[in-house]
Nanobody
Framework: EEQLVESGGGSGEAGGELRLSCGVA????????MAWFRQALGNEREGGAR???????RYADSVKGRFTISRDNVKNTLYLQMKSLKPEDLAMYYC??????????????????WGQGTQVTVSS
C-alpha cells in the first residue's frame, strides 16, 4: 500500500527558509513523477514543483527561482526546499505520486497517491 507522509511544515518568516520532506512507502520515488502541491484556504489545489523519473524538474511561475524539489532515492524521500518565503506561500502543502511514464502536468488528476499535507505559515 502506497503511503506518503509529509513533515517539516511550520512557521517561517518572510524572506526565510523551510524544508519539507515526504517519506514514501510502497512506491519508489525514483520510478515516476513526484510533485509538491499546495492549497491556500479558499483556493484550489495547485502544483508547485514536480520531478520525473529522469530527474527533470519543473516549477510553477509562483515558486520558480525560490523553491527546489529533490529526492533521495536511498531514503525514498521527496524534498521541497523553500527559500525567500513570501506571505502568499501560506498554504497546506501536499506531496503526490504520479505515474511512471509521464511527468508533464500539474493536474491533480494526473497523480494517484497523496499525503495528508503539512501546513506552512509565513509571517511578515
Amino acid at each position: 500500500e502506497e503511503q506518503l507522509v509529509e513533515s517539516g511544515g511550520g512557521s517561517g518568516e518572510a524572506g526565510g527558509e523551510l524544508r519539507l520532506s515526504c517519506g514514501v512507502a510502497g512506491y519508489a520515488v525514483r520510478s515516476g513523477c513526484m510533485a509538491w502541491f499546495r492549497q491556500a484556504l479558499g483556493n484550489e489545489r495547485e502544483g508547485g514543483a514536480r520531478i520525473g523519473a529522469s530527474g527533470v524538474t519543473r516549477y510553477a511561475d509562483s515558486v520558480k527561482g525560490r523553491f527546489t524539489i529533490s529526492r533521495d532515492n536511498v531514503k525514498n524521500t521527496l524534498y521541497l526546499q523553500m527559500k525567500s518565503l513570501k506571505p502568499e506561500d501560506l498554504a497546506m502543502y501536499y506531496c503526490a505520486a504520479g505515474n511512471t511514464y509521464s511527468c508533464s502536468s500539474f493536474r491533480t488528476s494526473a497523480y494517484n497517491y497523496w499525503g495528508q499535507g503539512t501546513q506552512v505559515t509565513v509571517s511578515s
